[in-house]
C-alpha cells in the first residue's frame, strides 16, 4: 500500500521535499513541497502515472541526497503487477535527476504508457510561509516553452529572470501543456515492452536560479548519489572522542548531526572574495547563511570540525555592517542577521535580502573568534579579523546600547523583527501573563553574550593585537556590566533572573530558559548560577526531553508557541555548557539524557523545536508543525553535549 512518508534530500544549498512516491504537488503551508534553490521554488509539480493511474508504492529508501523507490500498479495473487518501475532520484547543488527503468514482469510483450506531470511556479519562500500576507508582484509573467527533450520554465518581473529546465533522454514522445492551467506541461512516454524486457528513461530538472551565472551540470543519479555520499564521508571521517561510558545514544546523535551538517552546507564568499561553505540554517525555511545559527552552529562543532568555524567568521566578515541604512537595520559594525536571495528580497518587499536585526550576532561573531584562536592556535586568524572584531566592539558599545543604555538593547522593527534575540517570534519576549515588552529591550542572555565577548575580545587584544590599553578598557567594561547585572535583572521573590528589561528598566518577569545562557557566558556565577542549574532541571522547566522556553504553570506558557513553551534543542546545549562550566556533573547527564532520548525517537536526529508536553503526558516527544528538519543548530547539539560530559568528565577527575 501507499505510505504517507516523505523524503527531504539536501544537498550544496539546494533542497528537495518529495512524497512516498516521489512526488510533487506543489503545496505550500507549514510543509511545502517542491525543488528549492536561494528561496525559490524550481519545480513545484512533478507527478508519475503509469497507464493512467499513480503506481503504488512497494518499497522507499532514502539516503541525505537520494532516495529509490519500486513502485506498480495495483495487483492481487491471482493477477499480480504486470510490471514494475524502479525511481532512483538524487540531488546536486542545482539539480534533481532521476532514472526511471520499467521493467515487464511478464513473458508475453506489453504496451507501457508513462506520463510525467511538470511545473515550476517560482514561489518565493516567503510566499509559502505568508501566514495569509499578499505580495504584489506587477508585471510578473511565468512561461513554458516546448523543447525537444521537454519543457523549459521561466519566470521574468523586471530585472529578475530564473528558469528551469527539464529535460529527459529518450525524448517525451508527447509534450504538451496541460488544459486549464498556466504553464504545467504533460511529458509522455509510449513504450512496447517485449517479455520481461525493460527500458530506461533519465530526466534531469536544472535550476537556473536569478544571479546565478553558470547552471549546474547534468549527471546521473548514480553519479550525484555517490558524489553527495564522498562529500559526506569525507566529513565523517574524522572520529569522534565519545568515551564508552557516555549516555546511550550519543555517538548516533553525533554521527547523524555530522551527516545533517554536512549536507546544510552552503556556498558564501567570504572576506577576501574566496569561496567557503557555512552551515545554512535549516530545512525548509532557512538554508542560508544566518549570523546567530550559523555562529552557534560553528560554535558547537569547533572542538571537532573548526573549518565550520573559520568558514563562518569569514562569511560574516565580508557582509559585516558599514552604513545606517533603517529598512534592513544596517549599522556599522554590526552582524547580519541573515542573508536572502529571493524575488521578494531583490525587490525589496521583505527586508531580509540582507538583514542585521539581530542584538546577539555581534557578541556571538566576537565569542566564536576568540574560541576559535584559542582552540586552533591561528594567530593569523585573530590578525586577519582584527579591523572587524573592533567594529564589532564599537558597534556594543554605540548602535548596540552599551554606552547609552547600559546593557545591549534592540527597538521592535515593525517591518522587520519584533524581538530580535533568538527568540525572534511576535510576543516572545513577554510578562509571565504575555504581554510583550516594549523597548528599547535588554534580554538577559544578550547581556552575558556581550560580557563574554568584552572578555575574549581584551583576550585577543592583549596576546595578539599588543593593544593592553584597549585590552584594559574591554575588561573595565566586562567587570561593570558583570556587577550591574544580578543588580537590575536577578528576582528576589522567584530567585530567578529576568527574561529581560524594558524600555523603561522593568523587570520582564518570566521564567525563561535564556537564564541558562547566562551561566554559559559566566556572566552569572557562583551560587546564583547553580540556583538557576538546578531550577531548569525542575518538571514545569524539564520537560523529561528538555528544558521548555518558558517554564509551564505561567499564564503565557503553550506547549505548541514557538518561544513560549515548546523546547529547543540548541538551547538547551548552550544551558548543559553553562551547567557544564559550573561543575554541575548531575544535571548535565540528566539534560543529556532526555534530549539523547529524543534523538532516539526521530533515527538519531533532533529536530529544531519540539512541543513543550510532558515525558509523562506522551511516552515520544511531540513534534512542532513548522519545525526545520534538519535544522543546523539542532543537529550540532549533540556535539555540544559531547563537550559538556568531556567537561564535566574532566573537573570530576580533578
Known sequence: MNSTAEN?????????????????????????DGLFQRDARHLSRWTLTVNGTAPWVLA?????????????????RDEPPAFTVFREQALAAG?????????????????????????????????????RRGYDKLGARRTATVRADGVTFAYKRGDWLSRTTVAAMPSPTVVEPLDGDDTAHRLEWRTDLPGHGTTDITLHVT???????????????????????????QFLHRPLPVPPDSPAGL???????????????????GAD??????????????????????????????????ELAAATLSALAAVQGTVHDTVRGEQPGRIVHE????????????????????????????????????????????????????????????????????????????????????????????????????GPIAVAEAQGYAYDALIRTARLARSHWKDALYAQRLEKAAADLRSRFPRDFWMDTPGFPALALDGQGRQVAALASDAGHLLWSGILDGPLARRVGQRLLEPDFFSGWAIRTLASGQPAYHPLSYHRGSAW???????????????????VRALATGLLDAAGHHRGRLPEVMAGYARSDHPQPVPYLHSCSPQAWAAATPLALLTALSQTRRSTAE
Open 8 to 32: 527531504t534530500l539536501v544537498r550544496g544549498g539546494t533542497f528537495a521535499v518529495l512524497g512516498a512516491d516521489g512526488s510533487m504537488t506543489g503545496r505550500g503551508g507549514a510543509q511545502p
Open 60 to 76: 522507499t529508501s532514502a539516503r541525505d541526497a537520494s532516495a529509490h523507490r519500486v513502485l506498480t500498479p495495483a495487483g492481487t
Open 95 to 131: 539539480l534533481l535527476t532521476e532514472q526511471l527503468r520499467i521493467t515487464n514482469n511478464r513473458p508475453e510483450a506489453t504496451t507501457v504508457v508513462l506520463e510525467l506531470t511538470v511545473d515550476a511556479d517560482f514561489a518565493d519562500q516567503f510566499e509559502l510561509r505568508s501566514d
Open 207 to 233: 535550476a537556473h536560479p536569478h544571479g546565478v551565472s553558470r547552471p549546474a551540470t547534468p549527471v546521473s543519479p548514480s553519479r550525484a548519489a555517490a558524489e553527495s555520499e564522498a562529500h559526506i564521508a
Open 251 to 269: 555517538a548516533a546523535a553525533c554521527a547523524r548531526g555530522l551527516k545533517d551538517l554536512a549536507g546544510l552546507l552552503v556556498p558564501a564568499t
Open 273 to 306: 572574495g574566496e569561496q567557503v561553505l557555512v552551515p545554512g540554517a535549516g530545512v525548509p525555511w532557512f538554508l542560508t547563511l544566518f549570523g546567530r545559527d550559523s555562529l552557534l552552529t560553528s560554535f558547537f562543532a569547533l572542538p571537532y570540525r573548526p
Open 339 to 438: 542573508i536572502r536571495h529571493g524575488e521578494l528580497a531583490h525587490f525589496r518587499q521583505v527586508p531580509y535580502g540582507r538583514y542585521y536585526g539581530a542584538v546577539d550576532s555581534t557578541p556571538l561573531f566576537l565569542v566564536l573568534l576568540e574560541e576559535y584562536v584559542r582552540t586552533t592556535g591561528g594567530p593569523s586568524v585573530a590578525a586577519r579579523f582584527e579591523r572587524q572584531a573592533r567594529a564589532a566592539v564599537a558597534w556594543m558599545f554605540q548602535d548596540g546600547g552599551l554606552d547609552d543604555h547600559g546593557y545591549l538593547v534592540y527597538s521592535p522593527d515593525p517591518e522587520g523583527l519584533v524581538n530580535q534575540n533568538w527568540k525572534d517570534s511576535d510576543g516572545a519576549i513577554c510578562s509571565p501573563d504575555g504581554t510583550q515588552a516594549h
Open 569 to 587: 534543542p540548541h538551547d538547551n546545549a548552550l544551558i548543559a555548557l553553562g551547567l557544564a562550566r559550573c561543575g554541575m556533573a548531575n544535571e
